[in-house]
């Protein structure tokens, strides 16, 4: 097998095909990382995607900017990092925002402060995502109680994601 020179059959140096295996290893494992579609699963030879629908709560929101969201910009496309995303906002509403009263001491003045006529805002969001473990949007990963910045090419604001709910399609 292994002749005086070191050639297996008297053809190959063992060193270079050492050399070799480890660069089809090393191909074969970049191929499966990179190749792959990011998390999705194949299902009878179809990729299955999954349909998000979330609602986002924005409080404390100045009447015009409400107005104009909602005349102009609904429906709106998701946008991250200067990129469209698969999704949309489809719908807002209002509500007026509770005055909450804040007391603010200072030497010896007491000055008394209420939020007059803000608005709190609630946008329904759907959106098609490859892994409904990590719900990936963008650069924003989608859960219930956790703050999301509702970015469209048309506006953004910082809210919290008040509900979520997912469904299995298939492509």
Partial sequence: ???????????????????????????????????????????????????????????????AVYESIKANYIPSTLMASGELLDGQVTGVEATPHADNVTVNTSGDTVAFTADKGLLDLTFTVECNVANPITTEIGTQEVRVGKSHILKTDKFELNGVVLDCTWTEITE
Wanted: aromatic letters at 4%.
């Fill in 1 to 63: 097998m292994i002749d005086e020179k070191g050639r297996l059959f008297g053809k190959i140096n063992i060193v270079d095909l050492l050399v070799i295996l480890v660069v089809i290893i090393a191909a074969v494992v970049l191929g499966m990382k990179f190749l792959k579609p990011g998390g999705s699963s194949v299902a009878g030879g179809s990729a299955v995607k999954h349909h998000v629908e979330y609602t986002v709560l924005v409080e404390n929101v100045q009447p």
